[in-house]
Every structure is written in structure tokens, then in C-alpha cells.
């Protein structure tokens, strides 16, 4: 198997909401586990938060979450955005209709980009920032 790199997203008390509507979003399978299955926390207030979710969609996306312990720190919308891009338009602009709705904020609209693709930018209900890029062949520098 070659080295793969996933969104791993940090949520205080609503991974289970946030990856089903994620399973919404991409379809796919959702596996969750929750702190008191593995008896992971000594908290009693945890056992039924998430300790690892993942969800692994038909073309291969995957995306991981979890509830963060009330022990530790979670910053909020912090530094990281999730991009999805590639050359299906109407697979993409579906992933960007479900995230932008429902609570969600349109930062940059899903329109053409000066570089010839399709690019838009939003915010989901939950706070993760996504980047959706179609790709314009048509638009790739010459070699």
C-alpha cells in the first residue's frame, strides 16, 4: 500500500453529527468508535464521544474525525482547510452545494478563477474551511 495523506478533523462534542453529514456530503462507509468502546478516557462524560471516526467514500476520498478530550485543547477554525479538486465538475459542485448549505458560508463563490479553472471557497456548519477547484484542462501551462 503507498503512503496516503487524510484530513484527520478535531470537533468538542459533535464528530458524530459532523462525519454523518460528511457520510451526507460523500456517501461512502462510516466506521466510528467511541471512547468508551476502547476505554479510553477516564471520564464518564466521554465514553460515548467520538475517539475515531472514518469515512471512506467509493472513489477513495477519506476523511477522519474525532471529538477532542475535554483534557485538551481545540482551536476553532484554526489554520488548516480541506481542498478538493479534480475534473468531474458536477461531482464537485454537488461535495460544494451540500457544504455550503445548511449553516454554511460562501467565503469565495464557486465560479471561474483568473487561472482558468472553477475555484470556490466555504466554511461548513462545523467550521472547516474546503477549497474546490475543477480542473480546466484546458487552462494547464504549456510544456
Known amino acids: 500500500m503507498s503512503t496516503t495523506l487524510n484530513p ?4 468538542r462534542e459533535n ?6 453529514f460528511y457520510q451526507s456530503v460523500f456517501g461512502g462507509d ?4 467511541t471512547f468508551g468502546e476502547f476505554h479510553a478516557s477516564e471520564d464518564p462524560a466521554e465514553a460515548d464521544k467520538i475517539m475515531h ?27 488548516i482547510s480541506v481542498s478538493l479538486s479534480g475534473d ?17 458560508t460562501v467565503t469565495v463563490p464557486l465560479e471561474p478563477a483568473p487561472w482558468g479553472d472553477i475555484f470556490g471557497m466555504c466554511t ?6 474546503w ?10 501551462p504549456a510544456t
Open 53 to 79: 471516526g472514518m469515512l471512506t467514500s467509493s472513489n477513495g476520498l477519506v476523511l477522519m474525525g474525532a471529538d477532542t478530550p475535554n483534557g485538551m485543547d481545540l482551536a476553532a477554525g484554526s489554520s
Open 88 to 104: 468531474d465538475e458536477a461531482e464537485l459542485r454537488g461535495y460544494w452545494e451540500k457544504l455550503s448549505a445548511d449553516g454554511g
Open 8 to 11: 484527520y478533523l478535531g470537533f
Open 15 to 20: 464528530a458524530r453529527e459532523a462525519m454523518t
Open 131 to 140: 477549497l474546490v477547484n475543477v480542473n480546466n484542462p484546458q487552462a494547464a
Open 124 to 129: 461548513d456548519k462545523f467550521g472547516t474551511a
Open 30 to 33: 462510516l466506521a466510528l468508535s
